[in-house]
DNA sequence: AGAACATGAGCAAACGTTTGCGCAAGCACA
DNA sequence: TGTGCTTGCGCAAACGTTTGCTCATGTTCT
């Protein structure tokens, strides 16, 4: 036995397969007693309406599509999780592809999921921002013309492409100022991959923070990175060698501070009493790392839901302006008081 | 400029639209000349063929289902990843959903991913596996009748329903004889969530582990879990509680063991010398706990990319036989040689 | 030279919905 | 009783492809 049909049901009915599917969409002109016969028998045979043939004639797929740099980031997996949860409730399927960190991969991922027609489009961590401008996502029916993209941790302003992200600026200035109220001077900090934004503007929070703290940025005290466990594990002996030496350090993410943590550990550096370290995005296990990460909480779940909601929004044709979270330091084990003398002063 | 269609580029060509189909899925009976001419011409519109009408006619979406208990889980994540790059290189899209490790809202998800018709579904650590017997996944026109299960890590032979797994208990087994070996006599298992078929095999490994070792079992040397960090953390007084108490803990994953590694730290119990941990799976973060976890290495992107060759496989008609990957045990800091005199024999 | 066959292309149906329009019957109003 | 509005439903087109069939032309074989 086949696939059930809205035919099959007009027939059985001794209806019109128009009359069959308004009385399945609540049509205001279908009698109620026919509305429940329909329905019943729909019901009944255990009928699901074929998506495909709907998006054919509606022009809407009900589906969004979300590309990620990396689902094995936890940042960007509990986004995705909140971005997933959110299309849930919203009654949106979701088509997913990964970048792996890379630009080209990013739009071609972007222009195959509008290949299948997605309504909207996410993009966890974009690389290649600028290249949304003469993607082309015209689509049949298309309400507003081209089909909305929302860059979530990505401040662009183009048309058409709307924006989610935290402050983080913000959040990297206000973590150098913990630290340097906690007595730190010399405070190094693990850059992330270049083309984010969000590297880009924690760094830039990072000098705010100095200069806010009366500190002189030294070029030496930063270090280059890639959001990787790898960063922080090798950034450890680039640390130690510097002069002066530093006694905090503020790293891109989570991970790239647990990786200075691991190697700290191996190479007898004592956390926090030698060197201080503050991660940032507050990952599940940033809670369980030995000593327990200071970091800078992310509202990740929230990003994805916003980002969501902003693209429903978009599809709607209401105003979505950019959104703007804030992050908030979450005090534990892996900072404290700076023990060393200052060697330059 | 709406979107541009196979009968613009007729008209253009001065052909039939057939003639254009035909041309771009190279059809041996266009001749040389006509397939250049449209081919030229469809590049040059931007023509990008509409995935959703395609569909319909034939029948297939060329698009696969996931339901993921929980992209959270880096396991999970990068199994994920293993299935987004082989579902990529066989050009199939990918529609996900989450479960949240809930059986209802799996095969909810399900039946929401069948709805729009993908070609196949594959399941990352289902929990409700029997259920996959009864719901309706014929497709208009498919090819074996009905759209293909693949369940990984759960071994369920029904019709239509494929099996990708490892071999969870010789695993576990082989780490409970590494610890035997190191001299534990004690060694306490902490189980995964019920309902899972890993969590059963590997608390199965263990029981063989210990009798294969000649070590009685022990029922308080289980304890119950989710995978989870916290079961980990809160596992550790309950062993520090036991009599005669285990000097080893072998654990259902690596989140639980570095809840435990974290609780350990945190209690002054030294690993591996008070305590020796083994985890299970070898997420990326494993390797940089403190101590580095031992733990079970699962071939976490061969086990997605096999998941996706098995249901193409099955889709194309081909035999699809169930696959078992071997683990094997990562030897890291976190287990060492039994310190403490048995406390009983 | 006739038959059989290969080549190149078009016609039209089909996939399963949605939706604008038309139409008949019933009703209320003047 | 005629006019106009409402209610309930069907007709048919449309969405953008694919594909079985048909057909005309050219080619090769006997």
Redesign the interface.
Known sequence: ???VSIIDIARLAQVSPSTVSRALQNHPRISPERRAEIVALAEQL?Y??????R??VTGQ?H?LG?VAS???D?FV??V??GV??AA?RADY??????SNRDPAQEIE?AA??????VDGLIVISSRAPERYRHL?R???HAVGGAVPVVLLNHDFSEAGVYSVRMDNAGAASAAVTLLSQLGHRHIAFIAGPGGGQSSHARMTGYLQGLALNHLTPLPELILQGAGM?EDG?EALAALQAMQPRPTAVLCYNDLAA??L??AA??AGVGVPDALSVVGFDNI??S????P?LTTVEQPKAALGQAAVRTCLRALAGEPAPPVVMSGQIILRASTGPCRLPSAVG
């Not at 699901?48 to 043939?53: E, I, L, M, N, T």
């Not at 195959?112 to 027609?117: C, F, G, N």
């Open positions: 036995m086949a696939h255990g699901r309406p074929s998506q495909v043939a998006s054919l797929t589906t979300v990396d689902v094995t936890p997996a509990e995705l999780k997933e949860a849930r399927g979701l088509l997913m592809a990964m991922a195959v999921l509008l290949d299948h027609q082309p015209t689509r049949a466990l594990w647990m990786g943590l691991a550990a191996k599940p296990l809670a369980y790392t030995v327990a």
